[in-house]
């Protein structure tokens, strides 16, 4: 049976909430999964070819200067910062929660990571809630899309 099959899926932005003020270490990576990523568990620097030490994902850990404010904010920015990938990178991509070793930072200053444990599948209306949750905010994000050059 493979990893994808096997992984739990969280539904609700307060459950990922909640799993970030339990445990430390946690990163989201958007891809088509653990099945495919943890064949070759590196990624590719898109620009140069150059492959990596790890995965790239982006930390779930809540910063210090974030002090007592809303986990669920916190979250919900972290996975609204990187929403546009499934767009960008095609059909199957998703976000899941994983930990590991962090082994170097990526093009993007992104960690990277190393013995990934893959935890949970994200799903889709969960980012459909951090969609939500930065609109209710008064000042206007941005995602980190990058634009045309």
Do not use: F
């Not at 893959?118 to 209710?136: M, T």
Request: proline share 7%.
């Amino acid at each position: 049976m493979s990893t994808t099959e096997n992984l739990p899926v969280v539904t609700t932005l307060g459950e990922v909430a909640r799993l970030v003020e339990r445990r430390r270490g946690l990163y989201v990576r958007w891809s088509k999964g653990p099945d495919t990523d943890l064949e070759k568990v590196s990624s590719v620097d898109e620009l140069t070819g150059v492959p990596m030490p790890g995965l790239s994902a982006n930390p779930l850990d809540v910063e210090d200067w974030w002090e007592d404010r809303s986990v669920r904010l916190w979250v919900a920015r972290r996975l609204y910062d990187y929403a546009h990938l499934p767009h960008d990178k095609g059909p199957g991509v998703r976000p899941w929660v994983l930990t590991g070793r962090e082994t170097g930072r990526g093009p993007d200053n992104e960690p990277l990571v190393a013995d990934a444990e893959p935890l949970c599948w994200i799903a889709g209306e969960v980012i459909d809630a951090a969609k939500d949750e930065v609109a209710r905010q008064e000042r206007q994000w941005g995602t980190l899309r990058r634009g045309g050059r």
